[in-house]
């Protein structure tokens, strides 16, 4: 395939060179005829053909990269092309390879369903027992195995060739043309697969349960797995009968076969002719590849318990789930080279007196030199302090006759704003309301032999720039909608909402410690803390945060941050009364929200003082919520004492001050 795109470019870059050479010959014999002149205009047009070669990046689907059949990255691609086209139709084909790389991060971490470990409880023997009427918990599959208990852990990437064919439709005759095609066509494909299994004494994590027996109050308990076997895997039917059946050590050394499937993609590209017969084009494509019969599951044996302060059950379970097969879609972005060869030549042919020859040709020159065309405009945004590029920035051209073109920078700092009129223009940037030092661009820049401009753009505001992302704890991904505030010694000084990916700005002065936190319907947020102190404005633009926000659920706790109280006392300092304020403003964007605030000490001291000062200091909190204009009926306070360590320091175990602190804490939980 490198040989072949070497070759290629080779015969592309010799074949401009020659039409190049040519050109400027037969204006040269032109130019210096001093006889009757017959000029010739040549016009290429219908049933042409072309070969090309181009290449690209499959973008990583969300669905695919998350279904555990598959757990398939992003990709590559590069291709031959061949085609024709006549006037507004055309046919095009592509032999190619491509490559979808599996990520293996997916698969290291192994959870387990505890849906079905619950439901296929081996219960014949009367000493294995289990709750019953369980009511929430094993929804969560917090249980799961890590890298280092695996025994094994294998995979290959999606890799295979393609024959693709289809029509087109072209719009445009000029330099810049565009095109749309719909191909289909068979692959030959390894489809790659993943395999990860071993034993394990006990699962990470734990899940708290709860149960209703007989109509009483809710029981909770807490779950753990052990001694347990498990393994997942996904791969093509073909080569899982191939592993399953090997009599190798290790069976994954059997080779993988190449199996015959179809696809089809849809592509939108524009296509820039360098010369009449050389091209560079651009686009997108959406793909759909149908692949073979494919086999995934995940099997775990091993046994369950579950225990409270009165109950302890445990029961053996073994339980397989089969994964769903789900074809590949994937976006991609390509670029190529064509040359272009045949069509319909149509000729013109105007005789001239020698006398006036001379004269229409320094016309038909100066007129070429007064010829403009539409440009391509390219700006840079540079922060003059630490010398990087901006994204983000927003670009405004405005012509001296009115003209305007908008656009942003992309990461890199860069923006490229296609077909631009001829004009003088100036060049104007801003990022969250503060303006860019400007640029101008000449009108006699757009006469010039070149079909790009460039502009640059400095940005010199002394503030720091917080890029935050708003993230869903539960699901890892990017919340949009977030209203996040910034707080600066305990005011609010600004406030925004976070984009469709979940990112949000803000800008800092120097020398300075800042809270953030996040308010959405149905979601909460503790603060997160941002500070330039320490940094160097001359080395450092952007402060990065990320965001952790909650999913607002019955039964689910949540620890309420600085919620602290002086030695011995339960009055709300004006430090707690900041978070609870927050804690106020999260009741008033959920209104049927109804929750239980806990108030939990350590082990240190009486176990009866504790569990009456925690009650205390949980309806203090409930009722400084009440004098800022939440109803009392949606909070209930509730005093824990020393009875829900969250660690084992107990009575008489000798601990850190760091430990005893962790058991000192404010929760809230969801109750309604």
Request: with cysteine.
């Amino acid at each position: 395939m490198k040989k072949l795109i070497t070759c290629l470019s080779i015969l592309f870059a010799t074949i401009a060179f020659s039409v190049q050479v040519q050109a400027q010959t037969t204006q040269s014999e032109s130019s210096s005829s001093k006889k009757t002149t017959t000029t010739e205009i040549i016009e290429t047009t219908d049933k042409q053909s072309y070969i090309g070669l181009s290449g690209g990046y499959l973008f990583k689907n969300k669905s695919i990269h998350d279904n555990p059949m598959w757990y398939l990255n992003d990709g590559q691609f590069g291709e031959l092309n061949l085609g024709m086209r006549n006037g507004l139709f055309g046919w095009s084909t592509a032999i190619g390879y491509l490559m979808l790389d599996r990520d293996r991060n997916q698969f290291e971490n192994i959870f387990v369903n505890t849906k079905l470990m619950f439901n296929n409880a081996d219960l014949d023997d009367r000493e294995y027992m289990q709750p019953e009427n369980i009511t929430s918990g094993l929804e969560d599959n917090l249980l799961y195995f890590g890298p280092e208990t695996h025994d094994f852990s294998v995979s290959k990437p999606f890799r295979g060739f393609y024959l693709i064919t289809g029509p087109n439709i072209w719009i445009g005759e000029g330099k810049l043309q565009f095109n749309a095609a719909l191909e289909g066509g068979i692959g030959y494909s390894q489809t790659g697969y993943y395999a990860v299994g071993g034993h394990a004494e006990s699962a990470l994590g734990e899940l708290e349960l709860e149960s209703i027996v007989d109509g009483a109050n809710p029981s909770a308990y807490e779950a753990s797995i052990y001694n347990t076997t498990y393994v997942q895997y996904g791969m093509s039917e073909k080569y899982f009968d191939k592993v399953s059946s090997s009599a190798e050590a290790n069976p994954f050394n059997e080779k993988e076969p190449y199996e015959v499937h179809w696809l089809a993609r849809l592509s939108i590209n524009a296509e820039y002719f360098l010369t009449p017969r050389i091209s560079l084009h651009g686009g997108a494509n959406l793909w759909y590849i149908a692949t073979p019969k494919m086999k995934g599951a995940q099997n775990v044996s091993g046994f369950a318990s579950y225990s409270n302060d009165f109950s302890y059950y445990t029961h053996a379970f073994e339980y397989e789930e089969e994964y769903e097969k789900k074809d590949l879609m994937h976006l991609s972005a390509n670029v190529g080279l064509k040359y272009w060869f045949g069509g319909t030549k149509h000729t013109k042919k105007v005789e001239v007196l020698e006398e006036e020859n001379q004269s229409k040709l320094e016309e038909l020159a100066e007129t070429e030199e007064k010829t403009v065309e539409n440009k391509k405009v390219i700006v840079t945004v540079i922060d003059e302090l630490t010398k990087t590029p901006m994204g983000e920035v927003d670009i405004v051209l405005i012509g001296e006759n009115g003209e305007e073109y908008k656009a942003q920078t992309k990461e890199n700092g860069t923006v490229t704003i296609n077909d631009v009129a001829a004009s003088a223009y100036q060049v104007n940037g801003s990022i969250y309301g503060v303006d860019t030092k400007s640029d101008s661009i000449d009108k006699n820049a757009f006469e010039e032999d070149t079909s790009t401009i460039y502009a640059t753009l400095h940005y010199n505001d002394p503030r720091f720039i917080l890029k935050g992302v708003a993230v869903n704890t539960d699901t890892g991904n990017p919340e949009k909608d977030v209203k996040v505030t910034l707080d600066k010694d305990n005011q609010s000084i600004s406030k925004t909402d976070t984009n469709s990916e979940g990112n949000f700005q803000f800008l800092l002065e120097s020398n300075s410690d800042y809270k953030v936190q996040g308010l959405k319907s149905g979601l909460y947020s503790n603060t997160e803390s941002a500070s330039t102190k320490g940094l160097n404005r001359s080395k450092t633009l952007y402060v990065k945060l990320q965001l952790g926000v909650n999913t607002v659920e019955l039964g689910k706790s949540f620890v309420l941050d600085n919620i602290l109280y002086d030695f011995d006392d339960d009055a709300i300092r004006p430090d707690a009364a900041i978070e609870l304020n927050r804690l106020a403003a999260f009741l008033e964007e959920n209104p049927d929200v109804r929750i239980e605030l806990s108030s939990h000490t350590d082990s240190r001291g009486n176990n009866n003082y504790n569990m009456a000062l925690s009650q205390r200091r949980a309806q203090s909190a409930v009722n400084y919520l009440i004098s800022v204009g939440i109803e009392r009926n949606r909070m209930i306070a509730q005093g824990y004492g020393e009875t829900r360590l969250l660690n084992n320091c107990a009575d008489g175990v000798d601990c850190s001050e760091e430990q005893h602190q962790e058991n000192r804490r404010t929760e809230v939980k969801i109750i309604e």
